[in-house]
C-alpha cells in the first residue's frame, strides 16, 4: 500500500517518526507522500525524505495559511526540483476556515498551479466548502493534473473532476459509520482515478476515531474501500499503487 498523503512534518508525528515508519511497514505500507504546507513544513518534508527511503515529500502552500505564509515561487521551484518532492501540495481553497481571504487564496493556487504546469508535476488539492470554486479554476488550466485529497464534497462533481484527468483520493472518513456520502462517492470514483491516503495524524479511520492517525492506519481505509467497492483486497491494493505512481511519476517504482 501508498499512503499518498500523510503530514509526517506534524509534530506528534515528527518526533516519533522511526517507530511510525516501521510500523508502517509491518502493516504493509510501503511509500509514504508526506505532504508540505507552510515554507517550514515543507524544508521538514525534504528532510524527512531524504533521512528515509520509502518516504517522498510534495511543497506548497497550503490554502489556511496564505494570509500568514510568503509564497516565494523560485524557493518552491528549486525545491521541487529536489528528486523526492513529487507534487506541488497541499494547495487549493477553503470556504470552511478561511472565507473572507477567498481572493489571496486564490491568487496563491493559481501561481501555484501554473508552477506545477511548469514543472510538470502534478499538484494535491484541498477543498473544503470549495469544490465548485476549485472546479472553475482547474478548469481554466487544462493540461494540469493532481488529485482531489480526501475528497469528501458535492458528489455530482465527481465526474467533472475525473473529465479534467483527476484523481480522487479517499481517506480514513469513509469508515465511519455516518459517512454515507463518502462512501456514495468512493463507488463513483473509476477505479483507475482512485487513490487512498491517511491525512495523519488527522482522521483517524475506525477502529482509531478520534486517536492519533498514521500511515500504518490506511490499511483500515483499504479494507473498507474493497468492501466498498466490491472487489479483492489485493487487486485494489494493486490497481491503486499503478494509479500512485501513473500519477506521481517522479516516484521510484517498487514492484
Ligand atoms: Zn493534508
Redesign the pocket.
Known sequence: MIDT?A?LTEKVLYEDLDNIIKKAKEFGVNDIIS?G?TNTHNIRAIKIAEKYENVYATVGIHPNEATREKLDLNLLREQANHKKVIAIG?IGIDLYRNKETLEIQKKYFIKQIKLAMELDLPIIV?SRNSAEVIYDILKDYKGVKGVM??YSEHPELVSKFIDLGFYISVGGIVTFKSAEVVRDIAKMIPIDRLLIET?APYLAPMPYRGKRNEPAYVKYTMLKLAEVKNINEKELVNIMRENTYRLFSKMKRKS
Open positions: 498523503h503530514h505532504v504546507m497541499e484541498h485529497h480526501c491525512d
